[in-house]
């Protein structure tokens, strides 16, 4: 009998970025006191580290669900940030905000807010590569008054509207060869533009160090929640670089026979997968007492 493999590492750049990091942090000190906190929408997408979270006292709302709060109600602003309507609506219910907005993307949301001012003036536009609906996307489109123009991707660009000046910028947790792409395909089309990097430099470098990871063993355990589009990005770039990449949204659904043959297994996953996930999913991978065939 075969042990489920030889040799298994944890991806040593995965776990939770600064910003998600930062924000988890922030709610378990304010949880320590006895607090009850209401996150408006769910603090990662990852629904085991929510459950640990909600053991702690933390609800998940959505906006309806923060209309209904009593006064005085605590409520924490997760990484991806949220439109100007939602400061308005805390402060007309009298309701504490915990901000915890990625500093990264708080600047990108006055970068944008700046560069809707200046289009204004010239009849252009503000383009955001993003997922519609997304709620880091939301937030950005909010400081445009919802005028910002979204473009999911490549094949949307004739969309857009190239007889005025464009300023583009790009959601923070994109893949940056999809962004380059683009701003490649819109400088085809006219030099009336201003180009904003604004992919996340930790999400940049994942990518091109995951890459590497992902081709350097030969079994990958993608771990993330279903829900989170950075971990679907992230999970493509490892299939495109090792095909025997597979996706875990909890630890007991390693599959023995994924892992058949596999001397090296890596584990990694997305900027909201917490290292205890990750840790445990080793666990189970190299546990030798679970046999392969
Ligand atoms: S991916 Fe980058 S921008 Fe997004 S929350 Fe994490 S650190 Fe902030």
Redesign the pocket.
């Known amino acids: 009998m075969a042990s489920r493999c030889s040799i298994c590492e944890i991806d040593p750049d995965s776990g939770f970025?600064?910003?998600?990091m930062r924000a988890v942090n922030k709610a378990e000190e304010f949880l320590s006191g006895g607090g009850r906190l209401y996150s408006l929408g769910a603090m990662v997408h990852n629904t085991e580290e929510i459950e640990r979270l909600a053991s702690k006292g933390l609800a998940t709302i959505d906006i309806e669900g923060m209309k209904g709060l009593v006064t005085g109600s605590t409520v924490l602003i997760r990484?991806?940030g949220e439109p100007p309507a939602t400061y308005s609506l805390a402060r007309s219910l009298d309701i504490t905000i915990i901000d915890c907005t990625?500093?990264?993307?708080l600047k990108l949301q006055r970068d944008i807010a700046a560069a809707f001012k200046r289009v204004s003036l010239s009849g252009g536009s503000v383009v955001i590569f993003g997922k519609r609906d997304h709620a880091?996307v939301n937030g950005l489109v909010g400081q445009t008054g919802g005028k910002a123009v979204v473009i999911e991707n490549l094949s949307e660009i004739d969309q857009l509207d190239f007889s005025h000046h464009i300023e583009l910028f790009s959601q923070?947790?994109r893949d940056p060869g999809e962004y380059e792409a683009l701003k490649t395909a819109c400088l085809e089309r006219t030099a009336d533009i201003t180009i904003h990097d604004t992919i996340?430099?930790?999400?940049r470098n994942r990518h091109k160090k995951l890459a590497d990871f992902a081709a350097g063993h030969d079994v990958i355990l993608f771990v993330s929640g279903r829900d989170s589009s950075?971990g679907k990005v992230l999970f493509e770039l490892c299939l495109k670089h090792n095909p025997r990449s597979y996706w875990v949204d909890a630890p007991d659904s390693v599959q023995d026979v994924w892992l058949v043959g596999a001397a090296s297994v890596g584990i990694t996953g997305a900027?909201s997968t917490p290292r205890w996930q990750l840790e445990a999913v080793a666990a189970i991978a190299s546990d030798p007492s679970r046999s392969v065939i």
């Open positions: 970025c600064h910003g998600v990484a991806h990625c500093p990264v993307v880091e923070t947790t996340c430099v930790q999400v950075n900027t």
